[in-house]
């Protein structure tokens, strides 16, 4: 129970990583307000964190809605009087070369990874300074640090700017007691790779130094640590968690 009497948000908790993340923080005792867009996925996750008998409301809506930040934060604060946690992990990943992008995707990527972050953290932030205490954790992606073939270089661009915001609101933030730290996961079974071929697949695993794919439980055993006392000397800090295909 590392995250005992813990008020966490998880952004983008409806499938993928974010849900993972989601159940891993409720099994360490947290409460939890997750977001996403679609409500039938997030009925399905707040389902499943109640039966393991954590409290969990969902507050569905886009991130790149400075609106929904303000409510996600106010039915935190209604239902539980604080927040302790928040992970920014909503994210979105678009595949085209640079020249093939059209402006509205460049646009729409750097809204979602970038923007609706910086308008969660903005929301949270009062409130974790008022009680001198809080942890964020950022999702980034390994494309952050490294030119990548297979994304437009919105994705790459938007995680950068992810890194970037992370290590200044970690040095802004560090008197007050608040931790802003992020993770940079390299390839993940999720959903995604429903779509590879098996000639793909084992082309990427083979690629990778560990010669497997990362889970989203990985991922979110990372974002524990992160949420938890156990970093509590760490702030400004990216984790890879990328079986070796990036080394930094
Ligand atoms: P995913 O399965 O596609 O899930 C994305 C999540 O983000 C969903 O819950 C989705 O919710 C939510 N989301 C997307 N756009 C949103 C919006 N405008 N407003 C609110 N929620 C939104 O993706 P994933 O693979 O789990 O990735 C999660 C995070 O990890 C992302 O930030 C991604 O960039 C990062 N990442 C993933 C990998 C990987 O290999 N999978 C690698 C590196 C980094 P709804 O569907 O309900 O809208």
Redesign the pocket.
Do not use: E, H
């Given at each position: 129970m590392l995250l005992k009497n813990r008020v966490a948000i998880v952004?983008?908790?409806?499938?993928?990583?974010?849900?993972s993340i989601a159940l891993t923080l409720a099994n360490n005792g947290a409460s939890l307000i997750i977001?996403?867009?679609?409500l039938d996925?997030?009925d399905e996750v707040a389902e499943e964190v109640s039966s393991l008998g954590h409290q969990c409301f969902i507050h569905?809506?886009?991130?790149?809605d400075p609106e929904?930040a303000t409510k996600v934060v106010e039915k935190a604060i209604d239902q539980f009087g604080k927040i302790d946690i928040l992970v920014n992990?909503?994210?979105?990943?678009k595949r085209s070369s640079t020249l093939d992008m059209d402006l509205e995707s460049w646009q729409q990527v750097m809204d979602?990874?970038l923007n609706?972050n910086l308008y969660f953290s903005k929301a949270v932030l009062p409130h974790m300074m008022k009680q001198n205490y809080g942890k964020i954790v950022n999702?980034?992606?390994?494309?952050a640090k490294s030119g990548h073939q297979n994304a437009a270089p919105s994705y790459g661009a938007s995680?950068a700017g992810v890194n970037y915001l992370t290590r200044h609101l970690a040095l802004e933030m560090a008197s007050y007691n608040i931790y802003v730290n992020g993770v940079?996961?390299?390839?993940?079974e999720?959903?995604?790779i429903t779509q590879w071929s098996e000639e793909y697949y084992q082309k990427v695993t083979s690629s990778i130094p560990l010669k497997k794919l990362g889970t989203?439980q990985n991922?979110a055993d990372t974002v524990l640590f992160l949420a938890s006392d156990m970093s509590d000397f760490i702030t400004g800090e990216i984790i890879n968690v990328n079986g070796g295909t990036y080394m930094d």
């Open positions: 952004t983008g908790a409806s499938r993928g990583i974010g849900r977001n996403g867009t679609n996925l997030l569905s809506g886009d991130v790149t929904t992990n909503a994210g979105i990943n979602v990874n609706g999702m980034s992606s390994t494309k995680k940079c996961p390299g390839p993940i999720t959903d995604m989203p991922v």
